[in-house]
T-cell receptor, first 112, second 109 residues
Framework: EPEVTQTPSHQVTQMGQEVILRCVPI?????FYWYRQILGQKVEFLVS????????KSEIFDDQFSVERPDGSNFTLKIRSTKLEDSAMYFC??????????FGSGTRLTVV | KNEVEQSPQNLTAQEGEFITINCSYS?????LHWLQQHPGGGIVSLFM???GKKKHGRLIATINIQEKHSSLHITASHPRDSAVYIC???????????FGKGTRLHILP
């Protein structure tokens, strides 16, 4: 069964450093999403991406965050200058239509 | 008030028991998802519903649009079913996905 692949599975970074979280969505999917889950809290929507541009973003997705689909297969989330409160599990998801999702297994980001 | 409420928050049951997890929502939706989050954190999509009932193996999901309620049932539960089960809805007015807080299920052998 096709999978959404996320790398790395765990990243530890110093506060203030830039991080890039990588996702390989399912190849024929057109819609891409990033979500995050702070430990012990519920999953929160960050951003959706369609047709090479952001289609929607949440209040969490401020200027520190950016997304890219650099080569037609990868979908990346960049955090420019990480803060302690960015520590969370980050999930990528993709869908063929704008409602059925396949999630990746997540990247656990720890900012120290 | 949360737009998506799940009950119970935590559930412990013996292997073999029939499990029901409930989800109520207060907004107009176009779809409802049931997700399973493994102890390691990974999320798996179990069902996407817009009406009626779906079955996959020992899992059954139902939705009542008029009552704004959905249930996830697990028949013949097994310790490997232990996980957090999350209800998420796609809100009509802005297409945003709103997540419930999840139900932590623990099945004892």
């Amino acid at each position: 069964e096709p999978e959404v692949t996320q790398t790395p599975s765990h990243q530890v970074t110093q506060m203030g450093q830039e991080v890039i979280l990588r996702c390989v969505p399912i190849s024929n999917h057109l819609y891409f999403y990033w979500y995050r889950q702070i430990l012990g809290q519920k999953v929160e929507f960050l951003v959706s991406f369609y047709n090479n541009e952001i289609s929607e973003k949440s209040e969490i997705f401020d200027d520190q965050f950016s997304v890219e689909r650099p080569d037609g297969s990868n979908f990346t989330l960049k955090i420019r200058s990480t803060k302690l409160e960015d520590s969370a599990m980050y999930f990528c998801a993709s869908s063929a239509q704008d409602y059925g999702y396949t999630f990746g297994s997540g990247t656990r980001l720890t900012v120290v | 008030k949360n737009e998506v409420e799940q009950s119970p928050q935590n559930l412990t049951a013996q292997e073999g028991e029939f499990i029901t997890i409930n989800c109520s929502y207060s907004v107009g939706i176009s779809a409802l998802h049931w997700l399973q989050q493994h102890p390691g954190g990974g999320i798996v999509s179990l069902f996407m519903l817009s009406s009626g009932k779906k079955k996959h193996g020992r899992l059954i999901a139902t939705i009542n649009i008029q009552e704004k309620h959905s249930s996830l049932h697990i028949t013949a539960s097994h310790p490997r079913d232990s996980a957090v089960y999350i209800c998420a809805v796609r809100r009509n007015r802005d297409d945003k996905i709103i997540f419930g807080k999840g139900t932590r299920l623990h099945i004892l052998p």
